[in-house]
């Protein structure tokens, strides 16, 4: 066998043993430390940095920075969705279609909520729902 950091076999064997030690951290971890699933609350700045399409006409716009996007469109009759390729939030209140997502990560009803609060605070929200990539409606 040649040992030679440029073998392939020498290459395949060595990710297997790195495979498995990470594999013994783990069980490690959720044997020593805990099992549980560790997820929190993260903050979300929506403050967009950038507004790359606006329509004074409307009040329609298209705003976003480097983790967040934030869209509306005049209310319709069926909603609306932009096309975007991350999981987003889609809702209506009564003069506006709004859609709110995020880049890296994902959003979640409470933060939602708060956005909405932010935004239109008081006023009432109907079809709100959530869009994943692959296109499934989530209610």
Known sequence: MNDSIADPEFLLLNRERQFALERDRRHWFTTAVTEVPLRTRVPMDFTPDRVPSHDPQTGAF????????????????????????????????????????????????????????????????DRQRRIDKDGRRRR
């Open 62 to 125: 298209d705003a976003g920075n480097d983790l967040t996007m934030l869209s509306r469109r005049p209310r319709s009759a069926d909603g609306w969705e932009p096309s975007w390729g991350a999981r987003f939030y889609v809702w209506s209140n009564p003069d506006w279609d709004w859609a709110a997502g995020m880049l890296r990560g994902d959003l979640d009803d409470d933060t939602i909520a708060g956005l909405q609060a932010m935004l239109h605070p008081g006023e009432p929200v």
